[in-house]
C-alpha cells in the first residue's frame, strides 16, 4: 500500500494567486510558512522555518482567492507533487502540494473573535460566506433530504 499525504499548519506568506486554465477551471496559488522550535545539545533554543507551495483547484481555489490574504493561518491537507520542465534548456523542478482539503484558522482581523474560526472551504465544494460578525449564512435554497447521498 501507498500513502501520499501532506497535512500543514501555518500562515501564508503571500496573498494567492488566482488564475484560470485554458479548460476553464479556476487555479489558486500560495506558498505556507511552517516553523519548528527545538532546542540543541546545549539546550540552546533553535528555530527554523519551511516554505510549501500549494496549489488548489475549482471552487476552493476561489473561496481560497477571496478569504484568504498574507498572514493568514490555514490548514492545507493534500497530496505533494513535483512538476518538471524545461527553460532555456536547463531541466527545473518545483514540489508543490496539491490540496485537497484547506481550512480557513482564525481570524487576525480584530472584532474580538474569542479564537472562533472562518468557515472551512471543503473539497466538496463547500460555499463560505462572510457575513456581519462571525454568524455562519447558511443557503437561501431548499434542500430536498431525497438528494442528500447518505
Known amino acids: 500500500m501507498y500513502l501520499n499525504k501532506a497535512l500543514i499548519i ?43 507551495n500549494i496549489v488548489v483547484f475549482g471552487r476552493q481555489a476561489e473561496t481560497t482567492s477571496q478569504y484568504l490574504k498574507k498572514g493568514s493561518s490555514v ?10 520542465w524545461e527553460s532555456e ?15 480557513f484558522g482564525p481570524r487576525s482581523e480584530g472584532g474580538g473573535g474569542g479564537g472562533q474560526t472562518a468557515p472551512a472551504a471543503q473539497a466538496d465544494g463547500g460555499d463560505s460566506s462572510k457575513g456581519g460578525g462571525d454568524a455562519i449564512e447558511y443557503p437561501q435554497e431548499d434542500i430536498n433530504p431525497d438528494d442528500i447521498p447518505f
Open 89 to 103: 534548456g536547463i531541466k527545473k523542478y518545483r514540489t508543490e502540494i496539491v490540496a485537497d482539503r484547506v481550512q
Open 10 to 52: 501555518g500562515n501564508l506568506t503571500r496573498d494567492p494567486e488566482l488564475r484560470s486554465l485554458p479548460s476553464g477551471i479556476q487555479v489558486a496559488s500560495f506558498s505556507v510558512a511552517t516553523n519548528r522550535v527545538w532546542k540543541d545539545k546545549d539546550g540552546n533554543k533553535q528555530e527554523s522555518a519551511d516554505f510549501h
Open 75 to 84: 490548514l492545507v491537507e493534500g497530496r505533494i507533487q513535483t512538476r518538471s
